[in-house]
């Protein structure tokens, strides 16, 4: 398994135990898989870079106001796509 699909499968984790309400538990991951992700995305081409600046912000806006659905949809949708976009052929 790839980092990145490793990553991807934390998102999906993440997202998971947001849906179940687990929001303590899943922000504590959620650092986690963040710090993972930027890393992964840091030497990306600019266009992804700048969809993870905006993905980023709306899943902080989305933890300010306890939306918990919708930053589990930004995770396990937005992130994924993000990071599968930025897999380097091999």
């Not at 710090?35 to 709306?58: C, D, F, M, N, R």
């Not at 989305?62 to 994924?80: F, K, S, T």
Request: proline content about 2%.
């Amino acid at each position: 398994m790839t980092a990145i699909e490793q990553c991807a499968d934390q998102c999906r984790q993440c997202a998971g135990l947001f849906r179940l309400g687990r929001d303590v538990e899943a922000a504590l991951n959620m650092v986690d898989v963040f710090e993972e992700a930027q890393k992964l995305l840091i030497s990306a081409p600019e266009h992804i870079q700048q969809g993870w600046e905006y993905v980023l912000t709306q899943m902080y806006e989305c933890q300010e106001r306890q939306d918990w659905l919708g930053l589990a949809d930004y995770m396990e949708y937005e992130l994924i796509e993000l990071l599968q976009n930025a897999r380097v052929p091999e």
